[in-house]
């Protein structure tokens, strides 16, 4: 059973910046896609990015194109978000996600999520 733990969140001012973590325990993390959601209190789950199984295809929310990046490395499990110009609307819980796939596209993992982590809080202050 795939396990995914998140680290990294915490309190933040509008502007900067933070870099959410995500270690694939149990598992091999180059054969699934992965992304990260985020859910805002009172609001859906959403996505924000994905990432192929190489890494060499990304795909991201419109909300946070250009101010988020997503990365990955295969030989420690993990895979990187990197938060940028912070703002308060991007306060939530954000959740890691995989989906085991056979294709090296990163939008693919959108038709489904098969794991999820527990989630790691990023608060934006105003």
């Known amino acids: 059973q795939v396990q995914l733990v998140e680290s990294g969140g915490g309190l933040v001012q509008a502007g900067g910046s933070l870099r959410v973590s995500c270690v694939v325990a149990r598992g091999t993390s180059s054969i699934y896609a992965m992304g990260w959601f985020r859910q805002a209190p009172g609001k859906d789950r959403e996505f924000v990015a994905a990432i192929s199984r190489s890494g060499r295809s990304t795909h991201y929310a419109d909300s946070v194109r250009g101010r988020f990046s997503i990365s990955r490395d295969n030989a420690k499990n993990t895979v990187l978000l990197q938060l940028n110009r912070l703002e308060p609307e991007d306060t939530a819980v954000y959740y890691c996600?995989?989906?085991?796939?056979?294709?090296?596209?990163?939008?693919?993992?959108?038709?489904?999520?098969?794991?999820w982590g527990k989630g790691t809080l990023v608060t934006v202050s105003s």
């Open positions: 996600a995989a989906a085991y796939v056979s294709s090296d596209t990163a939008s693919i993992l959108l038709q489904g999520v098969q794991y």
